[in-house]
């Protein structure tokens, strides 16, 4: 799969509109334009009598293949805005190969001034799109749109969703053939149930017979303006019964009201709770402490640093998927204050780092990375470096307490301080939530967000997760050291300042349990800063410092053993190994059992030093799995981050 991205190559003719250089074809036609989408796309699925029939707390869910300047979406998301219930949602999934530049998307727009009220919050939001799954979130998250960016062939197969209607429109099939093959109209019908419509401007005749094929009904219907005949579809076809293996399928969706409680108050719990919020949800928040985020989601300043891979690794899909959703996020906090999008500098501080940098530079785009040499990355730091290194434009440094606040304040959430659950029950449908005799809070979804302490609960108690002290430094801005303008690591970090103060870190200890600052890591702190640039270590006075006398902070950072977190259902265990047994003597068996789940039950937590990238995109994971949306990751990436992966690895090993 590609991890490289691809901008649209585009000319624009005598009256503004776009033409594409890579098919030689329009991405509309020059007269009809939105006309055309409203009659070929809008009309011919009968979207206008299924918005005004959704339910409050129902979901319309459109899948469409080539997403070019939008122009589907927002005509959809408009006839949504004026008919649907207020309560009722739309999830718009699109694939595009070769998405538009900033630039390019800004200047398409303004053909559409009728359009603005759906144009511009997506234009706030077009930034950091990179391959894979990209998730953004409109309307106080009444409508969520997931751009699949790259080939349809080998996006749509990791698509796990439940599709009602189908938009085809790729460029025209002689100019683009690859965008309707027999492959993909078997992942149209994979995608598909009895009451999937269709849509196409194409009548040419082996698209035709392909989709009847796949198991749609279709029917020629006269055109609009230059097109003689368009094409509309119903599916017809048997509904796929195949899924996912059964410790990975989705449980039951659940009938009772829509509440959830969430245990914890850091960015996985705020996270999942504003997901949940979004979608009509009464959520109650349980933290031990004072206020939310006074954990590890506590420090002055986090880093938006992206750790990649250049082999297209589960962690590394979705770091790239969870970068960008966060960036999205963040452009909704004051900039400056509570983040900044001033880049991360990470330095090839020896050979082996930089021939690791060397692979990611020809992996990615230079939009998401680039390599520096030493003399551009100071000019770039503003301060003198050993080295060049890797530069992240879109990266920076986050207030992750303001993030937290942000995702909190929501209508739909309480947030209850003072409140350390000990033990969870199930009684009556509902999971309870006590600290001794007292019961704090019930609702029938539970979702666990507390880090390493989700092991008190006995669903979670065997999950491999372990516990990393980590402690920043807090050092006082000096007019020489404000001269910093990005983010820098090597094998810790420095930021720029925050509030007249640079937060430098972070050590890594897997032994202590002690979460009082020590004189010792201070002076760890401040040889890594050494390390990182002694010019900078020489602006703040760091040699005349007395590391006794700094202020900081300690926090355990939990991680499991694969760095993925873990976000997802929860089994009972016994009944889980019992169930599916068969796989320690032969782990090719994919028995026809049930999965054993503990209906309404979830973890978000393992999200280690990577956090402010995993936790936020893993609030809308949990958010899919409750209400039985699209997957916001591709299938295997949801799998990989599964908490069954775990129980069974041991159950294949004969363990």
């Not at 940098?357 to 020809?362: E, G, N, P, R, Y």
């Not at 000990?422 to 539970?446: F, I, N, T």
């Not at 009944?575 to 068996?589: I, P, S, T």
């Not at 409750?626 to 090993?653: D, Q, S, T, Y």
């Amino acid at each position: 799969m590609s991890t490289l991205l691809q901008h649209a190559q585009i000319d624009w003719d005598d009256q503004g509109r776009p033409h594409s250089r890579q098919y030689d074809d329009v991405y509309f036609s020059k007269n009809e334009g939105t006309d055309e989408t409203r009659y070929v796309f809008l009309e011919q699925t009968r979207l206008r009598e299924r918005f005004a029939a959704l339910a409050p707390d129902a979901c319309l869910v459109i899948g469409e293949t080539g997403f070019g300047t939008g122009m589907n979406f927002f005509c959809a998301w408009q006839l949504f805005a004026e008919l649907a219930h207020a309560q009722a949602r739309l999830h718009f999934v699109s694939v595009e190969k070769f998405p538009l530049s900033y630039d390019d998307m800004a200047r398409a727009m303004r053909l559409w001034p009728e359009l603005a009220a759906f144009t511009e919050p997506f234009l706030q939001q077009y930034v950091a799109v990179h391959p894979g799954f990209q998730q953004f979130s409109f309307d106080n998250g009444r409508v969520t749109l997931t751009l699949l960016v790259g080939d349809v062939l080998e996006q749509l197969p990791q698509l796990d969703a439940r599709i009602d209607v189908w938009f085809l429109d790729g460029f025209a099939p002689a100019k683009n053939p690859d965008m309707w093959t027999p492959e993909l109209f078997a992942q149209l019908a994979r995608l598909a149930h009895a009451d999937t419509t269709l849509g196409t401007f194409t009548t040419t005749g082996w698209v035709r017979r392909g989709l009847i094929d796949a198991g749609f009904r279709m029917k020629k219907i006269p055109g609009i303006g230059k097109k003689w005949e368009v094409m509309s579809g119903h599916y017809i076809g048997a509904v796929n019964a195949s899924g996912p293996a059964p410790w990975y399928a989705r449980p039951a969706l659940g009938d009772g009201p829509r509440q959830a409680l969430v245990v914890g108050a850091g960015l996985a719990g705020s996270a999942t709770a504003a997901s949940l919020a979004r979608r009509g949800w009464q959520v109650t928040v349980l933290e031990r402490h004072e206020a939310p985020a006074q954990e590890a989601s506590g420090n002055p300043q986090g880093v938006l640093y992206l750790k990649l891979s250049a082999h297209g690794t589960a962690l590394s899909q979705m770091i790239l998927c969870g970068f960008g959703y966060t960036r999205r996020q963040l452009e909704r906090l004051q900039k400056g204050q509570d983040w900044d999008a001033c880049g991360v500098l990470q330095l090839a501080f020896d050979s082996k780092e930089g021939e690791r940098q060397a692979k990611l530079a020809q992996a990615f785009d230079s939009g998401l990375l680039r390599t520096l040499a030493q003399t551009e990355a100071q000019a770039l730091a503003g301060v003198a470096l050993p080295s060049g290194g890797l530069f992240y434009p879109e990266g920076g440094w986050v207030h992750p307490p303001a993030l937290c606040r942000l995702q909190l304040q929501h209508p739909n959430i309480r947030v209850l301080v003072h409140q350390d659950v000990v033990e969870l029950r199930q009684a009556d449908g509902l999971w309870q939530a006590w600290s001794g005799e007292q019961l704090l809070a019930s609702a029938p979804v539970a979702v666990l967000a507390g880090a390493a302490d989700v092991r008190r609960f006995a669903p979670c108690a065997a999950l491999p997760l372990k516990r990393i002290r980590g402690q920043i430094t807090r050092l006082p801005a000096t007019e020489a050291s404000r001269a910093l303008r990005t983010v820098v690591c090597a094998e810790g970090y420095v930021a720029p300042p925050r509030d007249g103060e640079h937060t430098l870190g972070a050590s890594f200890d897997f032994h202590s349990d002690d979460l009082a600052p020590t004189v010792a890591e201070h002076q760890g702190n401040l040889a890594l800063l050494d390390e990182i640039s002694p010019d900078l270590a020489q602006r703040l006075g760091a040699a005349a410092l007395d590391a006794g006398q700094l202020q900081g902070r300690a926090a355990f950072r939990c991680t499991s053993p694969d760095y993925l977190p873990i976000v997802g259902p929860l089994a009972e265990p016994a009944a889980f190994a019992e169930a599916f047994a068969v796989l320690g003597k032969d782990a090719r068996q994919v028995p026809e059992v049930a999965c054993p789940w503990l209906d309404g039950l979830y973890v978000n937590s393992g999200h280690g030093s990577r956090g402010l990238i995993t936790a936020p995109l893993s609030g809308e994971l949990i958010a899919a799995w409750v209400c039985g949306e699209p997957l916001p990751l591709p299938r295997a990436v949801a799998e990989a981050c599964h908490p069954n992966r775990f129980a069974l690895r041991k159950l294949i090993r004969g363990k």
